[in-house]
Every structure is written in C-alpha cells, then in structure tokens.
C-alpha cells in the first residue's frame, strides 16, 4: 500500500495541505481536479521529486519520505513523453536499465519483453521523432515498466494526444493494468478518463482532497458542491429545505431530510426525462416546464427548460427526435425523488 499521512508541502505561493491517502496495492487510482489544483505537486510529492515539508509518505509501510526518487523504486512518465531525441525507441526504453550497469543480453530481452507489452516491437529501430504522439507515449510508458517498479506515476498521459490516440492509449492502459496488476496513480483533470480507468479515485482542489472513493461514489454522491460542479452535475440549485420539502424558485420536492435551512439541490442531467404529460409514480416527482434552447453534442442533446431555475437535461438523440422536442415547447420533467443529493451550506 502507498501512504501519504498529513502531508505539507509549499512550492511558490501555493501548497498542498493536510493530505491523506491509501492507494491499495494493484490498484488503478486517479488524481482529478482542475488546472492547477495540485495534482501534479502531489504526483511529484510521491516520487520524491518536490519532498514534502510535513507529513509521511509510506510505501508498503516503510517510510519513504526522505528517500531520493532513485531509491524508490517509482516509474513516472509526463504527459510529454520527454524521450531522447538522439536515441531510437529500443535505446529510449533500455536508456534506464543502461544506467544500472545490467548486461546488454538482459537488456536486449527486457527492452523486447517491455516493447511486447506496449505494442510497439514494430518500431525498436525507429528514431522517436518519426513516432506518432500516441506511439511516443507507449515507448515511454515501456521506459518506465522496463524498470519493473512498484508504483507507476502518470501526469496527464493522455492530454497531449488526439482524440482517437487518446482513446485507444486508453485502452492500452487498462489492458495493462488488468495484466500486470501494477499500482497506478494516474493524474488527470477529465472526469470522464477517470471513470473509465479508475478503481479508486480523489478529487482535489485548492491543494486539498475534497472527497475520496469510487467512480461511482463521486459521480453520484458528490460530497460538496465544489465536487459536484467538477463531475457535470450541471444542475446546482441553491434553495431551501421547510416542511419536508426541497424548494429552489417554482421547483419544489418533497423529501426525506429533517433538517431546515438553506442548502443546495443537486441533480445531474441524465437523471431527469422529459414527458408531454405529468407522470404520477411513487418515489418520482413530475415538474412543468418550458424548452429554452437545444444544444446538439453528436450522440447526445443537452436540453436546457426554464421551471424556474433553469434545469438542464441530457437525453439521447434518438430519443429527442423520437419526442420531436422543439425549442418554446411544454413540457413535464421527471426524475427519482432520490436521484436529488442534498447539501447543507
């Protein structure tokens, strides 16, 4: 298991602050958070790159605080390859066994093994500048693994990378991980690329972690409303909790919460269906509303009804054109009454 205790740290005029994890061993876990939230200090922070001032950083329960980032047994590729131009891919991906004084037989087998892996035995003899963005991203990934290391560090490896590389790099790293079983810490700032990947995920901002647990945990119970906007809940409702019933301008909810006072109601897009007719079923609510604007996004259509709030709704296209939705329509939304996450101010 990878550790941080309370970990501090400050570069600049920015910090990190109170940082507790514990990434399972084998595990895939994710980094998210916005651009500059702190996710790569943090992934630097355990490769011993940026030591951290306060704290503990525990790998299989040895301190590894104060160790050097050679001593600790980490691979950590950047989102911008950083190979060396003056070698070809097969001198790229043996460059660190080269280092460690290992015999050319040994490497010559490690460096095919490695290549193997990420599918890029076809290109051993090519100069990197002749890669494609996604071809340099496997040699540099087989660079790191060739190394056999205990934690596998990656800063935003698919950010550079068309969309197509970028879904297919994907793949490769979850076929990776499901053969090898090699912890990953994989920073990132799309939600989307974290579902997908991840067995366990952490969201931070502002240098802190606002909320740990699995994809789904986050995507359906965001713990604050910072965590909510940061996972497209979309539709954030500041309103009130009186009598048992959530109210947000003409939108209003009966609920289960005993509390009163001002809160937020949170209820992501996809959750909610839109009717020609009131639908009457325990456990949904129905609201009227009326279709302000349709914005197409290929597979899906975001449609954005004024209640008021405005409440916004994401449904499959073939489901819009099945509906003849049209913009100035009446129309009923629907939803789970427990699909509505609550959030105390």
Wanted: glycine residues 6%; hydrophobic residues 40%; proline residues 4%.
């Amino acid at each position: 298991m990878l550790s941080l205790k309370n970990v501090n740290l400050r570069f600049r005029n920015f910090a990190l602050r109170d940082i507790n994890l514990n990434i399972e061993s084998g595990s895939y876990f994710v980094i998210v958070g916005p651009t500059g939230a702190g996710k790569t200090l943090l992934l630097e922070t355990i490769a011993g790159l940026q030591p951290a001032h306060e704290g503990m950083v525990e790998l299989d329960n040895r301190d590894i605080t104060r160790l050097q980032p050679e001593q600790r047994r980490m691979g950590l590729v950047y989102q911008d390859h950083t190979l060396f131009p003056h070698l070809n891919v097969a001198q790229n991906i043996g460059f660190g066994l080269r280092m460690r004084k290992q015999n050319k037989n040994s490497i010559k087998q490690k460096v095919t093994e490695a290549a193997a892996l990420m599918r890029v035995e076809n290109l051993l003899e090519r100069q990197v500048e002749r890669l494609s963005g996604g071809e340099k991203q496997k040699v540099a990934l087989a660079r790191a693994l060739v190394l056999e290391p205990s934690v596998l560090l990656l800063d935003e490896p698919l950010g550079a990378l068309d969309p197509e590389s970028r879904e297919t790099l994907r793949d490769e790293l979850h076929r990776l991980h499901t053969r090898l079983h090699t912890t990953i810490v994989h920073v990132t700032h799309d939600f989307q690329e974290a579902i997908v990947l991840a067995d366990k995920m952490t969201v931070i901002g502002e240098g802190q972690v606002k909320q740990t647990g699995t994809p789904s945990e986050i995507f359906r119970q965001p713990a604050s409303v910072f965590v909510a906007r940061f996972t497209m809940s979309k539709n954030i409702l500041q309103g009130q909790i009186s009598d048992g019933y959530f109210s947000s301008g003409s939108l209003r909810v009966r609920l289960k919460e005993k509390f009163s006072g001002p809160c937020f109601g949170i209820i992501r897009p996809e959750d909610i269906d839109i009717k020609s007719t009131p639908i009457r079923a325990d456990g949904c609510e129905t609201i009227p509303g009326t279709i302000t604007e349709i914005i197409d996004y290929g597979a899906t259509v975001s449609i954005l009804t004024d209640v008021p709030p405005v409440v916004q709704c994401m449904l499959h296209r073939t489901t819009v054109e099945e509906k003849n939705l049209k913009t100035g329509q009446n129309v009923f939304l629907t939803f789970k009454t427990s699909s509505l996450r609550i959030l105390e101010h």
